[in-house]
């Protein structure tokens, strides 16, 4: 699989998805004007990615400082097919990045940790 690098723009984050290495980075903020068409490659390739994976350990880091409902659902999406890989025997590590100032980021980590049960969320302070 090619890696993917999409450089951030003022409505949408950086992306960079290292297939051999199993790391994927979401940065920046989030409010494309049409969120499923700029999700939908990087999910589809995700689901590519996660049918190959036996016994992996993935690192997820998303350092979101804003996102809209539109880009929640997307995500929401992107989290399922990772934590159906994790529920499949892989070990999938979400780093929720979050400003120590900002509870409503905080927050939504603290409430993906509730909805995706199979993943191993862990909320830290972006310093």
């Not at 951030?8 to 960079?16: C, K, L, Q, V």
């Not at 409902?69 to 399922?80: D, E, G, Q």
Request: glycine share 2%.
């Amino acid at each position: 699989m090619q890696n993917i690098h999409l450089a951030a723009t003022s409505m949408t984050p950086a992306i960079e998805f290292d297939f051999a290495r199993h790391h994927l980075s979401l940065r920046g903020e989030s409010y494309p004007e049409n969120a499923q068409a700029f999700y939908q490659p990087l999910i589809a390739s995700l689901s590519d990615y996660c049918q190959t994976l036996r016994n992996a350990t993935v690192t997820v880091e998303v350092a979101l400082a804003y996102f809209n409902s539109a880009s929640t659902k997307s995500l929401f999406t992107l989290f399922s097919v990772l934590n159906q890989a994790a529920a499949r025997g892989n070990h999938i590590v979400l780093d929720w990045l979050h400003d120590p100032e900002d509870d409503t980021i905080l927050e939504f980590g603290q409430e993906l940790a509730d909805d995706f049960v199979a993943l191993e969320v862990r909320c830290l302070e972006r310093i």
